[in-house]
């Protein structure tokens, strides 16, 4: 059958006038309904539901008398239900400015009404669907132009005059519904491409309902389907055979969610069929099947012929020559397959239903696949068993916006009188079914939701071990923890230097201890198993790990997989953009517990409170940065002694590590008075004592102090993370092997002038609530008593006063400086810049959104070497007196 | 140029005469007619169709029509109905 596309020539000047003056009545009854309140709205609708129950049977006579389909005595209880069961929905529920709110996501919900809607209704329920639609528009403040099929024009019209009466007389604007007169094919052409139509709500068979979609206008089409049942050996049949029974014989089965075919379980399907018949159901032998499938399906184009549609079985079987009794009031025809070949597999909108007799529940649940995609994707499906598996199994194979269970498919799928489902009178069928939704077409399909997003108040945290034990001789408090078996993991030089035995000499007596030296360098994946056997074999409760951030890091890693061996390190390690919303999942079960306490030797990476940890994979030539407050050591200890022998060079770059850490936490988009309080001490400690350590490497305080400066900056920045500066510190590292903490000097005065100026690219992040990377820069000058007026000024005096430290601590100025050729460096820029912007160390703390050629930028001014102080900093406005200014400010900011 | 002040009853029902009443007086009028909103709460659909004549009327006199005080609601419905752009607004 060809479609035939209705040209809009058709329309004479007059039809088209006419057709204009109603969008145009239309829209501004849309409009002015768009002023009323969520209260004007209420006290129009229930009165629209007491007319439309008090002529709810005027209704179904007008549309039975009209369209001689279905039962009359149906027909008004389907207006009751459209009615009153659609009232009780819909009476509470907030459909006009805010209608949700979800405090907790920061979420709210407002309506927007649409405008003018053009719904099309159906023959098959023609007063119920007018008076379900009404209801919906006035609650949703739309104004809506009917066009009904024209069999059924004269009662639609009278449903629709009775509810519009009722709506203006309790307060709707004039016009807001209208209904076609004498509808045609153009006249819907027309109005479904009109631009002030805002939304069709087409109802009704596969024309209306793709001519709806195929206009370019956001439309709801609900069409046909073809209910399959599956009625399994387990149900309680007497209900099942009632149930079915009453849906396909109700209104003459008009419902397209009504059953169609019947897979009953072969064991059942004799019972069942005889339990049927008891209640007057004619249950056909082959031959009257045959006889039923050439006449009452169109053998061309395989549907239904429309003179069966809503009739009673008796007028069929009259019609068709069948003999039956006058009180049948259902014909059961079995069929054997689904197809062309088997014409009652098909929707059939009268008391006709197809049964197949099912060997097994695979046979039954591929039959009723069948059925489904024989015209009745995503529409509606019914399954009666009290076995859950089976009821599961079905639901998932079957495709259908409405999978009814143990009750009756038409007046189930409705709503509200046998389910919790929205009551409806029309039924979403998925993409399956050429449709926007599967969902019962509510209120809410005739709304433009708006979603108010509130800027998410971001909670942060502050997480340090639970003890840090500090100053001279804090080793001692190892005694405290008692142990069965506890592993050293030490390095080497610890080892030979005597490290090991003042920590051995503090674990409690009896404790079985065994020392494990591992490299000092960045942990191998291997060195690390190496560990994890020796934890496994002495079953050790307590981990010492005494060294600097490898051997410390080291100790984190053997843990995690000692803790749980399941743990896969590749995928903890990769790679993420906000902690909280990574893929990796770090193991909250656990199958062995061991205490870690991280005892650090060197005074920069801070490595005893961090929840960080870097892993080498050498086979495959990549670092695996692990980052979970999981791997933070229980305890820490931080006790000078172990660090009075740190070379002056090891002393530098470890204490510049430690500033670069403070600074760029100072500065992190996740800083917080918390973090700021660590930073701001550690930089001060830094400034004050790293000097003295590195030129009198044994005066105790300023080991002591730098030691804890360390510590203090990595519960800064464990917190608060760090930024670029180390991103491309750790770039350089990888590429040139240069030591982290020098790798950072190189960095850390061009990085401030760069955090300083105004960014090219903020960080998108909920944390960043002002730009004050500069002054925080500033208030750093000013805790320093560096001097300055304006914030730039203050920053520059920083960065010189940082230069002027590295010369102290004769650190080289340039990456050139190193030794590295011009053309060697040249080479690798581009590679660095892209460590760098993989690095997960900027991420999204920086306050500056690195761009990669500004990386490329900053790495050729570090080849450079030594910065030219030039007023970075972007802000000329004058500075407060001290530093205390900026807090305020910053305080400010952050609210 | 002269310039006709018409205030607008603060009630929807009062709105369409006082609108009617402009409509009635523009035929003489010249230049710019000013309405004052400020008391209109809401407009029904009979005060619509009366702007939608005014703003007619106004076209055909080449008179500009200006609403003061015009509440964000009512500002809408202009807007809804593609009235909006035939007057002009002040606060």
Redesign the interface.
């Known amino acids: 059958m060809t479609e035939r596309v209705p040209s809009l020539a058709e329309l004479s000047e007059d039809r088209v006038a006419y057709l204009e003056g109603l969008v145009s009545r239309a829209?501004?009854?849309?409009?002015?309904f768009?002023?009323y309140t969520q209260e004007d709205v209420d006290r129009i609708v229930k009165p629209m539901v007491v007319a439309g129950m008090e002529q709810a049977r005027y209704l179904a006579r007008l549309a039975f008398e009209e369209t001689k389909l279905g039962v009359m005595e149906d027909k008004a209880i389907k207006n009751m239900v459209a009615t009153e069961f659609v009232y009780n929905y819909v009476k509470d529920k907030r459909t006009v400015g805010q209608i949700r709110e979800f405090p907790d996501r920061n979420l709210a919900e407002v309506a927007e009404p649409i405008?003018v809607l053009f719904s099309l209704t159906p023959i098959t329920n023609p007063t119920a669907t007018v008076l379900f639609k009404c209801i919906m528009a006035i609650k949703t403040r739309n104004a809506v132009i009917f066009s009904p099929h024209p069999r059924a024009f004269r009662c639609c019209a009278e449903a629709v005059r009775i509810m519009y009466e009722a709506a203006v007389k309790h307060g709707a604007?004039?016009?807001v519904f209208t209904c076609l007169e004498s509808p045609t094919l153009p006249d819907n052409a027309y109005l479904m491409r009109h631009k002030h139509i805002g939304l069709i709500d087409a109802t009704g068979g596969p024309g209306v309902v793709k001519a709806a979609y195929s206009s370019g206008k956001p439309a709801l089409g609900v069409g046909p389907g073809n209910t399959p049942v599956y009625l399994e050996k387990t149900a309680d049949l007497d209900m099942a055979v009632v149930d079915i029974l009453t849906s396909k014989t109700f209104d003459n089965g008009t419902i397209c969610a009504s059953e169609q075919t019947v897979v009953i379980d072969d064991e059942v399907y004799d019972l069942v069929l005889r339990k049927f018949a008891d209640l007057d159901a004619h249950i056909c032998n082959e031959k009257e099947a045959e006889l039923l499938g050439r006449t009452v399906i169109d053998p061309e184009t395989g549907f239904a012929r429309p003179m069966a549609i809503g009739q009673k079985a008796t007028t069929i079987a009259g019609a068709i020559g069948l003999p039956v009794k006058a009180s049948t009031r259902l014909l059961i025809a079995p069929i054997h397959g689904v197809g062309r070949e088997h014409p009652l597999s098909v929707e059939k909108l009268f008391p006709l239903l197809a049964v197949y007799r099912a060997r097994s529940v695979d046979e039954a649940l591929k039959m009723c696949i069948d059925v489904n995609h024989a015209g009745g994707i995503g529409h509606t499906a019914v399954v009666f068993s009290r076995d859950d598996e089976v009821i599961r199994k079905f639901s998932e194979v079957i495709n259908a916006g409405r999978i009814i269970v143990n009750s009756p498919g038409s007046v189930g799928a409705i709503g509200g009188v046998y389910n919790d489902m929205v009551p409806t009178f029309s039924f979403g069928c998925g993409t399956g079914g050429g449709n926007s939704t599967t969902d019962n077409v509510n209120v809410y399909h005739y709304l433009n939701i708006k979603r108010v997003a509130r800027r998410t108040q971001m909670h942060t945290w502050f997480r340090i071990p639970n003890q840090i034990y500090f100053n001279r001789n804090a080793v001692e408090n190892l005694g405290q923890f008692p142990s069965r078996c506890t592993i050293i993991v030490t390095s080497p030089v610890l080892e030979q230097i005597g490290h090991v035995d003042i920590a051995r000499r503090h674990i409690p007596p009896l404790t079985h201890i065994h020392v494990l030296v591992i490299p000092d360098a960045e942990p191998e994946l291997k060195v690390v198993m190496q560990g994890l056997e020796a934890l496994r074999f002495y079953k050790a409760d307590q981990i010492v790990a005494l060294g600097g951030g490898s051997v410390i890091d080291a100790a984190k890693i053997m843990r995690l997989k000692y803790e749980a061996p399941e743990a896969d390190i590749d995928e903890l390690g990769a790679p993420f953009l906000d902690i909280r919303k990574r893929i990796a999942e770090y193991p909250a079960e656990k199958s062995n517990r061991a205490r870690l306490i991280a005892i650090s030797t060197t005074s920069g990476t801070g490595s005893e409170v961090t929840p960080f940890a870097v892993l080498i994979d050498k086979d495959r030539g990549r670092k695996i940065t692990l980052a979970d407050y999981s791997l933070s050591p229980d305890v820490a200890i931080v006790d000078p002694q172990f660090v009075m022998s740190m070379p002056k060079g090891l002393t530098a770059d470890t204490g510049i590590d430690c500033l670069t850490h403070a600074l760029e936490a100072g500065v992190s988009v996740y800083a917080s008075p918390y973090t700021d309080s660590h930073a701001m001490q550690a930089i001060r400690m830094v400034f004050k004592f790293l000097p003295i350590a590195y030129e009198h490497p044994d005066n105790e305080e300023a080991r002591s102090m730098m030691h804890n400066a360390a510590c203090i900056a990595a519960l800064a920045f464990s917190n608060a993370s760090v930024g670029v500066n180390h991103a491309l510190a750790h770039a350089l590292g990888a590429r040139f092997g240069v030591a982290h903490g020098r790798a950072n000097a190189l960095m850390l005065p061009h990085v401030i002038a760069y955090n300083a100026s105004v960014p090219s690219k903020f960080m998108p992040s909920p944390h960043q609530r002002a730009y004050v990377a500069h002054k925080k820069y500033a208030m750093v000058a000013d805790l320093l008593r560096l001097g300055g007026d304006t914030i730039a000024e203050k920053v520059d005096r920083l960065v010189a006063a940082i230069e002027e430290l590295l010369d102290r601590l004769a650190i080289p100025r340039s990456i050139a400086g190193l030794g590295i050729s011009k053309e060697e460096f040249e080479r690798a820029v581009p590679e660095l810049a892209e460590i760098a912007f993989d690095d997960p160390s900027w991420r999204p703390t920086n306050p500056r959104m690195p761009l990669m050629s500004e990386l490329v930028d900053l790495l050729w001014k570090a080849y450079a070497g030594r910065r030219q102080a030039n007023g970075a900093a972007p802000s000329q406005q004058p500075a407060a007196k001290d530093g205390l200014a900026y807090v305020d400010e910053y305080s400010l900011a952050q609210k | 140029m002269s310039m006709n002040t018409v205030w607008l009853k603060s009630d929807e029902a009062g709105a369409v005469p006082a609108l009617q009443d402009v409509i009635g007086h523009l035929d003489g009028a010249e230049g710019a007619v000013v309405l004052d909103f400020s008391g209109v709460l809401?407009?029904?659909?009979?005060a619509?169709?009366a702007m939608e004549q005014l703003a007619g009327r106004a076209d055909q006199n080449g008179s500009k029509v200006e609403l003061r005080g015009v509440n964000v609601?009512?500002y809408?419905?202009?807007k809804?109905?593609g009235l909006a752009h035939r007057f002009s607004f002040r606060t």
């Open positions: 829209r501004a009854a849309a409009a002015v768009s002023q405008g604007p004039e016009g | 809401r407009i029904d659909t009979r619509l169709g609601g009512v809408k419905v202009l809804l109905t």
